[in-house]
């Protein structure tokens, strides 16, 4: 594959592993047996299993009739909203959970914006009897409380962290540092496809079921594997990565990925990465990154609590570079907007995060006979506070 991580663990220019001494044995250990354990057939056979009877997969492909009719092209929704758990982040930490016990580990930390991985996390944690800590920025721990409520059943020790602006980023910052004080027994599931090599090819062939069950999908509904278009949102990259991960040598395939523009790229409230970034090291790999003159990082925002993040995953910073992905943003706004839109005339209600991707349907013009799939990544339960005070606002009631 032309887009394939090297030997060393870049993506062109990015990527990498720029981490602490202290943390080097364990990835060491990961990156000398993770692809080893995903070709074991035994662990294969474990993971289809549990992803077939346990997260619900195959996801399905869903041709959204009345949201094709508004937007004048063929819409068709891959539903990662209906997974156990209600997003696509259970696919990685079913795989993670399952490398992790063949690494003898016993112990497992994450790190959450939303909620969702967190909960993804704690849910395959419970699954397999390990001890689960999230780490949580102190902000996401009170917009997101409903998911919070979750870990807490399931049996994890949800840990607020008060440093940054108390979101994703500053959670990330918490889990390494964990690790790094708890080297042995400890396993790290990162929840996206940043971090040191070798995480963003893990999640990456973790996430990309996705895709590979698109291409029978579309042959079934469409007589062609291939899409015209494939959109997803993008906070660090993973339902991205995994919905594009089998089209990437397939020029005819276009890939959209669409970041939060916050309150517009110009108004310093945003998070996204590709229009304000430039090359920068964060959270062990070489990538794209939001950051000041002097190169400190800049606090994002979005209204989505789960791509908020200034960095991306280095991947998909190369696959920027030679322009194999296109790049879009949405605002809060329009994010919204789309999610209502999504709701009133398919009955779905999407994850805010996912509303991104669905906000471009209406941004870009695409041909009525093109078929366009949008990755719907999460389902809207945990973001009901946010569409309350938008149906206020609009007088929607
Ligand atoms: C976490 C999350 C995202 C953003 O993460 P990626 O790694 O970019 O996919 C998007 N959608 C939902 C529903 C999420 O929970």
Not at 240 to 249: I, K, S, T, V
């Amino acid at each position: 594959m032309n887009y394939s991580v090297d030997a060393n663990g870049y993506y062109g220019e990015f990527g990498g592993a720029f981490i602490p001494e202290m943390m080097v044995p364990n990835i060491e250990d990961l990156r000398e047996n993770y692809l080893k354990i995903l070709e074991d057939p035994e662990f294969k056979s474990e993971f289809n299993t549990l992803l077939k009877d346990y997260v619900g997969r195959p996801s399905p492909l869903y041709y959204a009739k009345r949201l094709s009719a508004y937007h004048r092209t063929e819409v068709y929704l891959k539903r990662e909203d209906l997974n156990h758990t209600g997003a696509h982040k259970i696919n990685n930490t079913v795989g993670q959970i399952l490398i992790a016990r063949r690494l003898g580990k016993t112990r497992i930390i994450a790190e959450t914006g939303a909620g969702q991985h967190g909960v993804a996390a704690a849910t395959v944690c419970a699954l397999m009897g390990l001890q689960c800590v999230v780490y949580m920025g102190k902000l996401d721990v009170e917009r997101q409380e409903p998911n919070v409520l979750r870990m807490k059943m399931l049996g994890a020790q949800v840990v607020p962290v008060l440093s940054g602006n108390m979101t994703l980023k500053d959670a990330t910052n918490e889990a390494i540092r964990d690790w790094i004080n708890n080297p042995v027994d400890t396993h790290y599931i990162i929840g996206s496809v940043v971090g040191p090599h070798p995480y963003p090819d893990l999640v990456t062939r973790l996430q990309s079921v996705i895709s590979e069950e698109l291409q029978w999908q579309l042959q079934e509904k469409t007589g062609s594997p291939d899409p015209d278009y494939i959109i997803a949102c993008v906070g660090g990259g993973s339902n991205a990565a995994g919905a594009f991960y089998h089209y990437l040598d397939n020029d005819s395939v276009k890939l959209v990925a669409v970041e939060a523009s916050g309150k517009g790229i110009d108004s310093g409230e945003s998070a996204a990465t590709m229009v304000l970034g430039r090359t920068g090291i964060i959270h062990g790999s070489r990538t794209m990154l939001m950051q000041d003159d002097d190169g400190q990082i800049l606090e994002p925002y979005s209204v989505s609590a789960g791509l908020d993040y200034p960095g991306i995953g280095p991947m998909h910073s190369h696959l920027y570079k030679v322009r194999r992905v296109i790049f879009e943003h949405a605002t809060d706004d329009e994010a919204l907007e789309a999610a209502f839109r999504l709701t009133r005339l398919e009955g779905i209600v999407p994850a805010l995060e996912s509303a991104h991707a669905l906000a471009v349907l209406k941004k870009r013009k695409f041909g009525e006979k093109e078929v366009v799939v949008v990755n719907l990544s999460g389902r809207g339960d945990k973001d009901m506070a946010a569409y309350m005070n938008y149906m206020n606002d609009h007088q929607l009631f």
